[in-house]
Every structure is written in C-alpha cells, then in structure tokens.
C-alpha cells in the first residue's frame, strides 16, 4: 500500500525560504520508472505542478519557478525534500507531493498525499 | 510550455452521461491523464494514458482522443461523481495541468 504525507511550515514570512518533506511508504524511489512530484494549489485555484523526481535522481522544474526550487531524494528514509525560496504571498497554496508513473516521455501521479495548507504572511 | 484547456463547468442530471473536454496543441503527442478532486480532499487519479482507468475506478469513467482534443465520459453519472476534474500532461519540459471543470449534478 502505497502512502505519502507531506510535512512542514504551515506559515512562512515573505522573503524566507520553505522546506517541505514527503515520507512516503510502500515503494522505493530506487525502482526503475518511479519518480515523486510537487503540486500545489491555491486557495480555490486550479492544481500546478512544481517539480519532479525521478528514480535515476533526474530532476525537473516548473519553468517559471525553476529559479526558486530544489528538489532532493533520500532514499534509505523514504523521502523527498522541496525547497522554494523568496516565499510570497503569492505561494499560499496546498502544497502535495504525489507517487509518479514515468512512462517513455510522460508521467502521471496515480497516489497522493494529504496536502500541506502553507501560508505566506508577515 | 503549453496550455490545456478545458470548459469551466459541466452540468448533467443523474444517470445522464457527462463529458468533459481536454485540449492542447501537445495531442496527439502526449498521453493525456485524468484526475476528480472533491472538496477538501487531495486528487485522485481516474484514467491514465488516455483512456486507461485505475484500478478501483467506476466501469462509467471512460476516456478517448480525437485529434487535439481528449474527453473524459462518465456515463451514468451519479451523485458522487460531482466535484473537479483536471486533465495533466508533461513531456521533458515539465508537466502541466488543465485549468479545471466543475462538474455539477443536478
């Protein structure tokens, strides 16, 4: 069975840097073709994607925020870390972290966790 | 980049059939996937590769691809099936999700 759950700040002050953990159970992130995404979304918005990770430590970024964000794998404690500086208000969002498919050129996220409420506020 | 895009809200009686449309400039390209989102819930995944459905996922949920455009039919719908539906794409760029469609049971 297949779990994630995201952890982290659940408010961050303009300019400061947010860092989120996925723990996730039931696969490892070392199998060929599994990789673990980032998405958010705001307040009554549509879902974006942020980032992914892929088994083989690939790593993709939204474009537009790709300046602003790391994403790192620890595979022996089964989890992935999302880092986004120079947090906005504009950032609030849920942000989920989500089991990814990778198929030949596409994935798709087929689990997801919980969803972490962050809050950008001074 | 490239956008999706899909109608903002359906509407459709019980046990009618409701389709919901995803368009891109990708397709045919790229696979295109499916997910419903209640409220206050996290998505859930409801077809894959066009129109491969999840295990667990309602025989009514049924996915198809025509040209730039790929439909999302839930026949029959049922009172559960309300909520938001969002397409996805990605391809070495990145991925990208549609804006979302409501989908209403009246």
Redesign the interface.
């Known amino acids: 069975q297949i779990t994630l759950k995201e952890s982290g700040p659940t408010l961050v002050k303009p300019t400061q840097t947010l860092t989120l953990t996925c723990t996730f159970s039931g696969f490892s992130l070392s199998t060929s073709a599994v990789g673990v995404?980032w998405?958010r979304q705001p307040p009554r918005k549509?879902?974006?994607?942020l980032a992914?990770i892929y088994w083989d430590d690939d790593k993709?970024?939204?474009?537009s925020l790709e300046s602003r964000l790391t994403i790192t794998k620890d595979t022996s404690k089964n989890q992935v870390v999302l880092t986004m500086t120079n947090m906005d208000p504009a950032d609030t969002a849920t942000y989920?972290c989500a089991h990814a498919?990778v198929?030949i050129?596409?994935?798709?996220?087929?689990y997801?966790?919980?969803?972490t409420l962050v809050t950008v506020s001074s | 980049?490239y956008e999706l895009t899909q109608p903002p809200s359906v509407s459709v009686s019980p046990g009618q059939t409701a389709r919901i449309t995803c368009s891109g400039d990708a397709f045919p390209r790229?696979?295109v996937?499916w997910?419903q989102?209640k409220p206050a819930q996290?998505?859930?995944?409801v077809m894959?590769?066009d129109s491969e459905r999840?295990s667990g996922i309602p025989e009514r949920f049924s996915g198809s691809s025509s040209g730039t455009t790929v439909t999302l039919t839930i026949s029959g719908v049922q009172a559960e099936d309300e909520g938001d539906y969002?397409c996805?794409?990605?391809?070495?760029?990145?991925?990208?999700?549609?804006?979302?469609t409501k989908l209403t049971v009246l």
Do not use: M, N
């Open positions: 995404g998405i549509a879902l974006e994607w992914v993709y970024y939204r474009p989920y498919v198929l050129s596409d994935y798709y996220f087929d997801w966790g919980q969803g | 980049s790229q696979y996937h997910y989102q996290a998505p859930v995944l894959y590769k999840p969002y996805q794409t990605a391809d070495s760029s990145g991925a990208e999700f549609g804006g979302g």
